[in-house]
């Protein structure tokens, strides 16, 4: 590997910040520019089933779009279970892995590499593989993610400038909802910089790349597609349970978008409801096939029924869990958060300071 190769290390306040789509954004700007970029994820998380597909699915779609060889990407050092923790707290585990990290980032060839920090700032701790270890082990710059939920984030930062010291490059605020955008410009961005923290950019929040296509609601629920399977690419923005009287629910349908709708199979006139309005997918639980009429009217308009032999609070959980850990792979999101982070982001500004 070229000497004058750099690396920046992208981790985040909190899991599930958008670290992988931003590392995307930015590698294929700097593709542009002609540099060459390689990706190491060193440490992942597989504490849940969900969780470990997420990771896989996010490294081979990092890989597939930016092009990568065989030489500028690499499979996780660490995967962090209950069982490799276990093994460590025990003894059982002595490995050096500050000292594998180094013998990592040499297999990777760029000009620049992109190595993607746990979830947290501190997870990986016990292996030396927290965020601050791992940026002083690589000599990595840092840039961190941090999405908005309130002013109180800059608490966070604030902590991880004392420990990150010249380390941090500066930070991405991600996920800021319309009505705060304006509070983040005009005071959360300014007191940062204030106090020596370059602030990149500002995203604002987006219904769609939390959202999650059926076609992944479908694997992750086990479920049997019963019309227009051809359709399993639409995405889901939004989850509405269907279990009033159909006055109230043609009402409560009509207020989601892109939506979700899971009741039951027996209940015909509720499903004929959601199907009138902006509905993704139904999803239909119980052991009752549903009528002829429902498939013939899902058929005509597009719209894929699913049917699930779980309870409707484990159908929601499981849900629940797919949206808050959406994938990346879908090309409406790569397309969108190229768009965001071509808006909202100061690569010239990032650039500089990255020495490139």
Do not use: W
């Not at 540099?35 to 990092?62: F, H, V, W």
């Not at 500050?98 to 990777?108: E, G, T």
């Not at 004392?162 to 961005?189: P, W």
């Not at 629940?320 to 994938?327: N, P, V």
Request: proline share 3%.
């Amino acid at each position: 590997m070229a000497k004058s190769a750099k690396y920046l290390l992208v981790g985040s306040i909190e899991a599930c910040s958008g670290k992988t789509g931003i590392i995307l954004a930015i590698a294929r700007q700097l593709q542009e520019k002609g540099l060459s970029i390689a990706y190491g994820k060193p440490i992942e998380t597989r504490l849940s089933d969900l969780a470990a597909d997420n990771e896989e699915g996010d490294i081979q779609a990092i890989a597939n779009l930016l092009k990568l060889s065989e030489k500028q990407v690499r499979s996780p050092l660490l995967s962090l279970d209950e069982k490799t923790i276990e093994q460590r707290l025990q003894g059982e585990d002595a490995i050096d892995y500050p000292q594998l990290l180094k013998h990592y980032i040499q297999q990777l060839e760029g000009d620049l590499v992109f190595l993607e920090g746990g979830g947290t700032l501190l997870e990986g701790s016990i292996f030396g593989l927290s965020v601050e270890q791992m940026a002083h082990n690589a000599d990595a710059s840092v840039l961190l993610i941090s999405r908005y939920t309130s002013p109180l984030v800059t608490d966070n930062l604030l902590e991880a400038k004392k420990d990150l010291g010249d380390r941090l490059l500066g930070v991405l605020i991600n996920d800021i909802s319309s009505d705060r955008l304006e509070e983040v410009q005009n005071f959360v961005k300014p007191f940062l910089e204030k106090r020596g923290i370059a602030v990149f950019g500002t995203l604002p929040s987006s219904s769609l790349l939390r959202s999650v296509s059926v076609r992944e609601i479908a694997r992750q629920l086990k479920a049997q597609v019963l019309c227009r399977p051809d359709r399993l690419d639409f995405m889901v923005e939004s989850l509405t349970i269907g279990a009033m009287n159909v006055n109230a629910a043609l009402k409560y349908f009509r207020q989601g978008k892109n939506q979700a709708v899971v009741t039951g199979s027996d209940r015909t006139d509720l499903q004929l409801a959601a199907l009138e309005t902006s509905t993704s997918c139904l999803i239909l639980t119980g052991n009752a096939p549903p009528q002829p009429l429902i498939l013939s009217r899902a058929e005509d308009l597009e719209i894929p029924v699913l049917a699930i032999d779980l309870d409707t609070l484990t159908t929601i959980e499981i849900i629940d869990r797919a949206f808050g850990r959406a994938r990346l792979q879908e090309p409406i999101k790569v397309e969108y958060i190229q768009k965001l982070m071509a808006e909202y982001f100061d690569m010239e500004r990032f650039l500089k300071k990255l020495g490139i």
